[in-house]
């Protein structure tokens, strides 16, 4: 599975037969899940779990279904403090590559020396 293909919401299946839902990210872009064992009948209980988003796509082996709202599950699993919401970025904005900064730009929009 690729790390692109991880979204908020979603459950995942690892090669072990558990699930695992995803409730976000953290500030340092870790993936925030709750999972459950193999009882398909028990509901997600165990405490949030933090992982980077390349060990989560190695274990994931295929998305199963879609959680509308997470906010329950952020609140049981006691991951408020944890889970960083997504912000819509401002159309027209861009993200710089991997390892590049922005210089700094003045108020008049020329770049600073």
């Not at 988003?53 to 082996?61: H, K, V």
């Not at 889970?83 to 900064?101: F, H, M």
Request: charged residues 25%; hydrophobic residues 35%.
């Amino acid at each position: 599975m690729s790390e692109s293909d991880i979204q908020t919401g979603w459950i995942y299946r690892t090669s072990n037969h558990q699930e695992r839902l995803v409730l976000g990210r953290d500030r340092d872009g870790r993936i925030v899940y709750v999972s459950k064992g193999r009882n398909d009948a028990a509901p997600f209980r165990n405490c949030h779990v933090r992982i980077t988003p390349r060990r989560f796509a190695q274990r994931a082996i295929g998305r199963l279904r879609q959680v509308e709202d997470v906010r329950p599950y952020i609140i049981a699993n006691k991951a408020s403090t944890v889970v960083v919401r997504e912000s819509p970025r401002p159309a027209g904005t861009a993200t710089l590559p991997e390892g590049e900064v922005a210089a700094p730009v003045a108020r008049n929009g020329v770049p600073e020396a």
